[in-house]
């Protein structure tokens, strides 16, 4: 899905609001260490898991590149795929923001 699909208003959860919030930011998050579960951190932040970050990828929302290895010296070397945040995400995010009171 690309960002021109993204047409229709999505409904998201905290979680995937948290997720989104978090990107804009400029957190980096690292496709290879997604949590298994989302939970809620120990300063009531919620760590979105890895159905929340998939779910925002199936929706266009988020990127999650698959890149291939290079090679070094007959070895091939994966780099690790960070996630990105789309426009449609941006877009999704701010008009979250706009329904709601999330920070």
Known sequence: MTD????????????EISALTHLEVGVRVRADDLPPRT??????????GRRVWHR???????QIPDEDPIDIDGEPFFFTPLVEITD???A????SNRGSNHD
């Open 39 to 48: 939970v809620t951190d120990s300063f009531g932040e919620i760590l979105p």
């Open 56 to 62: 925002l990828s199936r929706l266009g929302l988020v």
């Open 88 to 90: 449609a995400g941006r």
């Open 4 to 15: 021109n699909q993204m047409t229709a208003p999505v409904s998201l959860s905290d979680a």
């Open 92 to 95: 999704a995010l701010s008009a």
